[in-house]
């Protein structure tokens, strides 16, 4: 069961253990096309406990970060910090470049101060940044050098990337406090992401907008304006996709049946649930326990 987890229920994963190459605290590499990541965090609610930052030129991937949906754009930067929560849903060919270090290796640092900027504290809990032509020229170039300095094996290579990511990381910080930090969009971003919040810890119990809205002291006209504004999707859409995502959690890896998970879920009727799930994905939730547990056999 999914829907009550605690930190330690959560497992986190380190850079050994998600690549299918022995990295400890740094690496980067190009993204081919091909995904290559473990298996057992495919689906899984899972940590990482190393920075990965991913400059994404095609590719339309699903993923979760934190229980926020989120597809993959093209000439989009993307990144995610330690605490934060991943479920990859949908794996397409991506391809682009991938970089990732470790705290540890941040802290070679004499100075400690990478470890402080804004890209690496993440306050805002953000996941993507956006960019435009001069800001992707500048990311894909520095990345690029760094991969050709990571390939030579040349002496003082350390020191080459540690400075190229020093370069990377304020100028991203930039882009990152520029993107987040306007006060009405910190005001809107914390609504989303109080939403967000109660919709975790309610979506077996509270389906409809009001009573989100009721429980922010907002009207729901209101919160959907905000909501659809700061994420692209209405109220009632993070709504139904955390509701689609959890019913698909426990069709996987549960076998509860299908009267018993909408139940569990909050509907009072399995029927009513059938026709939701169809609506949202498509197919019955029969269809998909079956397709899905044969793709992964």
């Not at 509270?206 to 109220?235: C, F, M, R």
């Not at 959890?246 to 139940?263: C, P, T, V, Y």
Request: proline share 4%; with cysteine; glycine share 4%.
């Amino acid at each position: 069961m999914y829907s009550h987890f605690v930190e330690s229920d959560i497992p986190k994963y380190s850079l050994s253990e998600t690549s299918s190459e022995l990295y400890e605290h740094f690496m980067i590499k190009r993204l081919d096309g091909v995904y290559r990541q473990h298996p057992a965090i495919f689906l899984e609610p899972h940590r990482k406990d190393y920075y990965m930052f991913v400059l994404v030129e095609q590719g339309s991937s699903r993923h979760w970060v934190d229980m926020v949906p989120y597809v993959l754009k093209p000439d989009t930067f993307y990144f995610s910090v330690p605490p934060q929560v991943h479920v990859k849903e949908q794996a397409q060919p991506l391809t682009g470049i991938m970089l990732c270090f470790t705290d540890d290796f941040l802290a070679i640092d004499e100075d400690q101060s990478l470890l402080q900027l804004p890209i690496i504290r993440n306050p805002y809990n953000g996941h993507e940044l956006v960019t435009n032509a001069e800001s992707l020229r500048f990311i894909s170039d520095i990345m690029n050098k760094m991969l050709a300095e990571d390939e030579q094996q040349a002496d003082w290579r350390h020191g080459m990337l540690m400075a190229y990511l020093r370069v990377l990381l304020i100028y991203l910080s930039r882009l990152y406090v520029d993107q987040y930090s306007n006060p009405q969009t910190q005001r809107d971003r914390a609504l989303l992401h109080r939403f967000r919040e109660f919709i975790g810890e309610n979506y077996d119990k509270i389906h409809d907008v009001a009573a989100y809205a009721n429980l922010l002291n907002i009207t729901p006209g209101y919160l959907n304006e905000i909501v659809k504004l700061q994420s692209g999707k209405t109220a009632i859409g993070h709504i139904h996709e955390r509701l689609l995502l959890e019913a698909k959690r426990l069709l996987f890896h549960s076998d509860n049946s299908i009267k018993e998970i909408a139940f569990s879920l909050g509907f009072e009727d399995a029927s009513y649930f059938n026709r939701f799930f169809k609506r949202m994905d498509g197919q019955t939730p029969l269809l998909y326990r079956v397709s899905s547990r044969e793709m992964y056999q």
